[in-house]
């Protein structure tokens, strides 16, 4: 146990905005940053057990934090933490795909919520074996890989399709409006023509 617990400190003592925080609470306190943020910890883990809204705190922390360091990636100039976020957010994304039509099952388990927290955060692990790599590079890509082809050539289908479709609305609509026009303009011309000048 005191390996870990000296692991921990280490990492929260680490300069950085969580260190920050924790730093500034500690002085504020007086408690120490180990227990503010194990007890931190234990809070979230059991609200997302028992909690309301553990569904929203759950995507805050898979959306929030990556966002963020996503954001400060594009700004830099370094590319490998581009990728790395990147792959994290393709993970992301099928993960919430695979969710939507699992959901409605999944709900119901418990602990749940904190189960896909934990995931999540493995997903955005500091670590070259985290979960978003893992994923990405054994499940992801070969299956990419294996079907890249065929999904392209169905978006480019659908694409010409999806130009013509637009193209006949378009033409229907601009032969509607021009017939209309024409119709209009045939029944107001007798009207204007016929209409007596009535000295003033």
């Known amino acids: 146990m005191g390996s870990v617990q000296q692991r921990l400190q280490r990492f929260l003592d680490r300069p950085g905005p969580l260190s920050d925080l924790l730093g500034r609470l500690e002085a504020r306190t007086g408690v120490r940053r180990l227990y503010l943020a194990t007890g931190s910890l234990t809070f979230l883990g059991l609200y997302l057990v028992f909690g309301y809204g553990a569904s929203l705190v759950c995507n805050l922390i898979g959306f929030a934090y990556p966002a963020y360091v996503s954001i400060k990636a594009i700004e830099s100039s370094s590319k ?20 939507f039509f699992s959901d409605i099952f999944l709900y119901w388990f418990p602990f749940y919520y904190a189960g896909k927290c934990l995931f999540l955060v493995w997903c955005m692990a500091p670590v070259s074996w985290n979960g978003s790599q893992v994923l990405y590079h054994n499940v992801i890509r070969p299956c990419f890989l294996k079907h890249h082809r065929a999904v392209d050539s169905v978006f480019s289908d659908l694409s010409t399709k999806a130009l013509d479709a637009a193209s006949a609305i378009t033409r229907e609509v601009l032969h509607t409006l021009l017939s209309s026009r024409a119709r209009l303009a045939a029944e107001v011309a007798p009207q204007l023509s016929v209409a007596p000048l009535r000295p003033p």
């Open 80 to 99: 490998e933490d581009d990728t790395t976020w990147l792959t994290y957010w393709v993970v992301y994304g099928v993960f919430s795909i695979a969710e």
